[in-house]
T-cell receptor, first 112, second 114 residues
Framework: NAGVTQTPKFQVLKTGQSMTLQCAQDMNHNSMYWYRQDPGMGLRLIYYSASEGTTDKGEVPNGYNVSRLNKREFSLRLESAAPSQTSVYFC???????????FGPGTRLTVL | KQEVTQIPAALSVPEGENLVLNCSFTDSAIYNLQWFRQDPGKGLTSLLLIQSSQREQTSGRLNASLDKSSGRSTLYIAASQPGDSATYLCAVKYSGGSNYKLTFGKGTLLTVNP
């Protein structure tokens, strides 16, 4: 099992560009999450999907959109990137909202 | 405000020492608590999950305890090794309301010196 996979691993964008971060899990988990990690701020939840077909905002959703494409895949889209979105983005999954969460390797995004 | 605090922010120990990492949380109404390890430039690896009804969990040289009444959890690492060097993160799932969210501490950076 690959667990949680994320693409790309690294990305550099210019302000105003758009991009989609991809996440997939092969553990048959119902819940999936997107976090960002910033120095001094810790990890913060951007969006989550409790089950296929549902998505909800987390702590810091502004500037992002998500799509739960199917049970395996949960993508995060930046429509118009801003330097404040420079961060490391982690996708995670869990059997349910109440269970242990497993994290992917992260995407390191720089917005110039 | 529901917060998670980890002290110390950094810890350096000689190889072979037993050590304790601390995590405190502000609200005793929790669903579970999870300890993670993060290596530089890598993702988070789940180490242990303690449900609110449990007092401790063990995995190999790791033992995590939970005391909800005092709002504390500890991660005990026995016979530390240089390979244990990493940042250790504590995360709490508070119960009630929106219980989907993990609230993370800022971590303890552990260095085990050969």
């Amino acid at each position: 099992n690959a667990g949680v996979t994320q693409t790309p691993k690294f990305q550099v964008l210019k302000t105003g560009q758009s991009m989609t971060l991809q996440c997939a899990q092969d553990m048959n988990h119902n819940s999936m999450y997107w976090y960002r990690q910033d120095p001094g701020m810790g990890l913060r939840l951007i969006y989550y999907s409790a089950s296929e077909g549902t998505t909800d905002k987390g702590e810091v959703p502004n500037g992002y959109n998500v799509s739960r494409l199917n049970k395996r895949e949960f993508s995060l889209r930046l429509e118009s990137a801003a330097p404040s979105q420079t961060s490391v983005y982690f996708c995670a999954s869990g059997a349910s909202s109440y269970n242990e969460q497993f994290f992917g390797p992260g995407t390191r995004l720089t917005v110039l | 405000k529901q917060e998670v605090t980890q002290i110390p922010a950094a810890l350096s120990v000689p190889e072979g020492e037993n050590l304790v990492l601390n995590c405190s949380f502000t609200d005793s109404a929790i669903y579970n608590l999870q300890w993670f390890r993060q290596d530089p430039g890598k993702g988070l690896t789940s180490l242990l999950l303690i449900q609110s009804s449990q007092r401790e969990q063990t995995s190999g040289r790791l033992n995590a305890s939970l005391d909800k009444s005092s709002g504390r959890s500890t991660l005990y690492i026995a016979a530390s090794q240089p390979g244990d060097s990493a940042t250790y993160l504590c995360a709490v799932k508070y119960s009630g309301g929106s219980n989907y969210k993990l609230t993370f501490g800022k971590g303890t950076l552990l260095t085990v010196n050969p």
